[in-house]
């Protein structure tokens, strides 16, 4: 997503309302019982993992498409194989009409974003025909379209468990110019940028948590089912096509020099030019001149696919290393403006090696060739198999965002959560990943990572995350996404939910118990859709620990911590939990020699107390004493910490 916060590592029903602070500290408020958002069922077990009658539906694409450069408008075709999975007989389908979104009358536009005063608008889905068949039949639909959505009356109901239905939608539209947010066109020295997204009508899902979610794209991102896509995109000849998936006609659109450099790329670890500044204003850089050419892509098991297309690309790849001897290609494409290391000269280097990290820490990259693509329209965005970045931008802010929207890879494009209910589990999940691969990348070339918005000088990401704590305004993090405000989306969508699985795997169960179980997340619901609850459940099985009470203090709740140390008696030191938020912790004593202990509070020490002596093994005089002593712990009152104030 655009704008990606930055965070270092430096070294419901709930009780009480949602979001709601605590005002002082409450062990049976903290500690009750926690009610997870979604109950356990035959179709999601009570362990996190799928249950005995879990399902998905499933939607398979053909589309073709014709991209106009001189009028700025696209032609289709879309052809959706649906195989109805579910227990019930669908009488309807829903498709996701995302650009509709620019028309003047959209609910987005009344949400705090572009307003419908704005001239910056088009008029959205032109549908020429829709059809569908099914059982050998074809029939033109009846279909109805509300918003960014379409509703298709099928002639007769799609059978439960293994029904089928092909719906062919043929539409145009013309292109959103750079006010496309995440698809549209902006110019470059040799033509305009093309970042084409969202560019055909796409399959609501339908699950067991609400049917059909029908969502409307007002400004959040996405939900989307998994098939095999086979598309064709026309442009004129002398355009370069990047798209997600594998290119399957090379022959046809690529020069014999192009197809052997390519050849070359698969096999090196160093950047191979596949298509020199110099050549991107030579003809002879082209198959044919004059006309147009087809390009053809396949990839399976995805949720979405999405190209850039441009007269102006500089062209580099370089091979992808992974695990079990596994190879893909990282590829990026960029303006003759973009050329040189101190801008896109090292993005197959930055987008290979966090391709390699990511697959090597969690879980494999599952597809053939990675993208990276600048341009300016829909900068900082990803999308399967391609990632649309800014194409002005400094060696260390384009590695940031490169790793951040190619790890998008993970979350949600493996992980197929609801961008549109629980963003936190697409961006916080994905900021998360982004800090180790920050510290592992070059030495740590650019590390640590920083979260711009409460720290643009870097500092202790426990201590940045403290004002969004104070904020009575603030969101908690189960709320839908197009709830939260602007002004919370950066420091509560990205960078406290990525804070709490850092603390979750820094200070409360270990990385040796949470990458184990984090990795059988992955692993478990890859290409399915996961719920907050199965998250939850999954980790607290896997981990060995009740987080009810973390579930609710910080995903929940937006309650501070403040621990406290308020008095030495002789061997005895007494602590203090002062606020809502509980955490395990450090004491650390100082003896009169200048010797120091540490004692693990374990969080269980708060379950029946406010407040708890501690007794300090030995003979030795306590001098000092102070509570989380490494500053790793988000405490918002550090003064009262010390012993003696």
Known sequence: MKNVARLSLASVALAGSLGAAAATFDPREAFAPFDYPQPATAYRSGSGMPGPLFWQNRADYDLSATLDPVRNTLVGKATIHYTNNSPDALDVLWLQMDENRFTREARGNFTGGRQPADKQHTDGYRIASVSVEQGGRTARATYVVSDTRMQIRLPEAVSAKGGKVSVTIEYSYDLPGDFGGRTGFAPSKNGNIYEMAQWYPRMCVYDDQRGWDTAPYLNSEFYLEYGDFNYAIT?????????????????????AAQRDRLAKARESDKTVMIRTPAEVTDPASRPKKGGTLTWKFQMKNTRDVAFGASTSYVWDAARINLPEGKKALAMSVYPVESVGDAQWGRSTEYLKASVEHFSTKWYPYPYPVAINEAGDAASGMEYPGIVFDPMKASPKDLHMVTAHEIGHTWFPMIVGSDERRNAWMDEGFNTFIDVYEADAFNRGEFAPKRDSEYSPKGGNPVDEILPLLADQEAPNLLIGADMVKEKYRHPATYFKAALGLVLLREQIVGPERFDPAFRKYIATWAYKHPTPSDFFRLMESETGEDLGWFWRGWYANNWQLDLAVTKVDGAKVTIANLDGLVMPSTLRVTFEDKTTRDIRIPVETWQQHTAFDVTVPGQK?????????????????RSNNVWPH
């Open 235 to 255: 442009v004129p000849s002398d355009m370069i096509v990047a798209g997600s998936g594998e290119l399957v006609n090379p022959d046809d659109v690529l020069t």
């Open 621 to 637: 005089r306590i001098v000092g004493a102070v509570i989380d002593p490494d500053h790793a712990l988000p405490d918002r009152d």
